[in-house]
């Protein structure tokens, strides 16, 4: 991976290709946070957060999704890295600084009464991530690689790229 350039301030976005073993998912974040942290050792950490909302039907999208895909990126406090590595990712609410993983949020709404959510958790295994704050830390730029496990165990790969602004959690 080659560092980016943040000289350009492309669209806020955060894209993605998740090949499931079923089959390639193209992710297209909506939503996205940005916080400063600390992980389970002490280190300072950015934790990226991007959300992709999905419905049955896509002419409706209002109201309660129907499955939420969350990537989690949690990266080192400095200021660029190149071909950073991963180490393996945790469940949260732990953070291992240098990590990522997948979760997909599959909301049930019953006929009657409070929807309820389950979590499937893709913890990451491996992979390396390419990132560049620019001077201010108010937009990062990068791109990552993922190996993630799903329950069965079962390896696969995603991959993409973000152009983002430091503004907390907000829309995109």
Known sequence: MSTPSTSQNPK????ATIKFPAGDFVFKANKIGIEKSVDSSGSECWVLKAFQDTYKDP???????????????TIAGETSANNQ???PGTRPPILTK???????????KPDNGKPTDTIEYHIGKSGSTTYLWNKEKTCITGAFSLLVENAQEEPFQLFGSFNLLNRGNHSI
């Not at 240098?98 to 049930?108: E, R, W, Y």
């Open 98 to 108: 240098n990590s990522g993983n997948l979760f997909k949020i599959v909301v049930i």
């Open 85 to 87: 590595p991963f180490q």
């Open 12 to 15: 806020e976005e955060f894209n």
């Open 59 to 73: 002419a409706i999208k209002s109201g309660l999704a129907d499955e939420i895909f969350s990537i989690q990126l």
